[in-house]
Nanobody, 130 residues
Framework: QVQLVESGGGLVQAGDSLRLSCATS????????VAWFRQAPGKEREFTAA????????????LYKTSLKGRITISRDNNKSPVSLQLDSLKPEDTAVYYC???????????????????WGQGTQVTVSS
């Protein structure tokens, strides 16, 4: 059974940075594609970034929500846990619970859809004050 544990959230000011971590266990990280989602109060869970195995080119690819490009970076260091999400130039609208999600690398469908992931962490709260 795959387990995911997020950490690194907190209360910061606008313009600050945070580095979130997703520790994985129960399965070798090299067999998992991993993504970060976030959910603000009253809103749907939304995709932010993924490090996904792409069957067609046989390698991991980093993918980002278009509106967040330039402010976030997902890292997968030599397939060793944890998978990190660097958040820079934070804005109040980035306030949300951030979730780590994972699925088998054998899957090659849309990385941005929550329903495509089999494993989820409990989330870590990020609050950005203005």
């Amino acid at each position: 059974q795959v387990q995911l544990v997020e950490s690194g959230g907190g209360l910061v000011q606008a313009g600050d940075s945070l580095r979130l971590s997703c520790a994985t266990s129960g399965r070798t990280l090299s067999t998992l594609s991993v993504a970060w989602f976030r959910q603000a109060p009253g809103k749907e869970r939304e995709f932010t970034a993924a490090t996904a195995w792409t069957v067609g080119i046989q390698q991991y690819v980093s993918l980002y929500k278009t509106s967040l490009k330039g402010r976030i970076t997902i890292s997968r260091d030599n397939n060793k846990s944890p998978v990190s999400l660097q958040l820079d130039s934070l804005k109040p609208e980035d306030t949300a619970v951030y979730y780590c999600a994972a699925r088998s690398t054998s899957r090659d469908d849309d990385v941005s859809q929550p329903a495509q992931y089999d494993y989820w962490g409990q989330g870590t709260q990020v609050t950005v004050s203005s």
